[in-house]
């Protein structure tokens, strides 16, 4: 696989370590013939510690093959949540160290989580594109405000806090894309 062609959630093999990549950020060169560089950060998944580097375009890249297996959130116990493997019923543990960047999207029951699985270790899970979440505090709507209108922040049910619609209020349930953190529409 080229670097060009890394996205956010790819497994990598580099320099002896398993690595998912969390962003990438695109640099164009300057000059006519530089390279472009796409700046990776991510998490090496045995040690937890951060990884960043910067690959040229074209360079060739070790991608590692990622099992997914569909889970499902049950419950929160402590700093960690259960999840429950769909098929089997067999139920996993992942610390909010493993799942920092999912945490405020998570509920009990919510679909479409798929664990990701590395040579049967669980690494990590992977959200919908979006998800439903309820706004639990924002300011009063303004009557008159149309879908084209200025934005305020609300607070979600996870207390995640995102920028929505002026016309928008609580208790209203609202769809979030789990990649930008970002209101997409009505739920």
Known sequence: MKANEIKRGTF?????????IKSVFCQTASSRSGNTIYKV??????TKKKFEHGFLGDENV?????????????????????????ENYEQYTLGDEDIQDELAFLMEGLE?????????QI?????????????VETA???????SSA????????TGLVVQVPEYLSEGQAIKINTETQEYVGRA
Request: net charge negative.
């Open 12 to 20: 990598l093999h580099y320099e002896g370590q398993n690595i998912v």
């Open 62 to 86: 070790e991608v590692i093959d990622v099992n997914r297996q569909a889970v499902q959130p049950l419950y929160r116990e402590g700093d960690a949540w259960v999840f429950m493997n769909n």
């Open 123 to 135: 690494m990590g899970i992977e959200l919908p594109a979006n998800v439903v979440l309820t706004i």
């Open 112 to 120: 479409g989580v798929d664990a990701l699985v590395v040579e049967d």
């Open 140 to 146: 009063p709507s303004i009557k008159g405000a149309s």
């Open 150 to 157: 200025r934005t305020k922040p609300a607070t979600l049910s």
């Open 41 to 46: 950060k991510g998490q090496v998944l045995v």
